[in-house]
C-alpha cells in the first residue's frame, strides 16, 4: 500500500483552496444574484433556491470525486483519493460522503484541525479520510 508523502500537504492545501474558492464564489454570486437584500446590507435566501448552494457543494465535491475520480482542486493539485487498502478504483458514493461530510471539521479555525490530523497520522489523513477509509496521494501521470 502506498503511503502518501509529507509534502503531500502543501498539495492539500493548494486543492482545498480551489475547490472552496470555486463553491464559495459561486455561493457569493447566486446570494447577490437571487437573494433578498436587508437591513445592514445583508442578504438572504428562503425556500427551495436556498438549496442551490447545498447542491452546488454537493456536486461539486462528491459528484466529480465520483466521477472523474478526483476534486477539480485535487486534479489541479496532482491529486487523488484511493482506498487505504490499497484497491485501485474510484471512491463511492459512500466513501466520497464521509471525506467530504467532515470538511466543515477539517476545515474549521483555517485547517488547523485538518492540518494537526494529517501530520498526526501514519498515513496522512484528515477526519474525512479516517471515516471513509481514504487516503490521499500523487495521481499517476500518463
Not at 28 to 43: I, Q, S
Not at 72 to 80: E, H, K
Not at 93 to 120: P, Q
Request: charged fraction near 20%; hydrophobic fraction near 45%.
Amino acid at each position: 500500500m502506498e503511503i502518501p508523502p509529507k509534502s503531500n500537504i502543501r498539495y492539500r492545501i493548494l486543492a482545498g483552496l480551489i475547490d472552496y474558492a470555486l463553491i464559495y464564489a459561486f455561493f457569493w454570486t447566486y446570494l447577490f444574484v437571487f437573494g433578498t437584500p436587508g437591513k445592514d446590507a445583508n442578504y438572504s435566501i428562503e425556500g427551495l433556491p436556498a438549496l442551490v448552494p447545498v447542491l452546488f457543494w454537493f456536486l461539486m465535491t462528491i459528484g466529480v470525486e465520483i466521477w472523474l475520480g478526483a476534486t477539480v482542486g485535487n486534479t489541479i493539485a496532482g491529486l487523488r483519493a484511493t482506498l487505504q487498502n490499497g484497491r485501485n478504483r474510484k471512491l463511492t458514493f459512500g466513501e466520497s460522503f464521509k471525506r467530504h461530510f467532515c470538511d466543515v471539521i477539517d476545515m474549521s479555525f483555517f485547517g488547523i484541525v485538518g492540518i494537526i490530523t494529517i501530520k498526526n497520522t501514519a498515513r496522512r489523513q484528515r477526519l474525512g479520510d479516517l471515516w471513509g477509509k481514504t487516503i490521499i496521494v500523487r495521481a499517476k501521470q500518463s
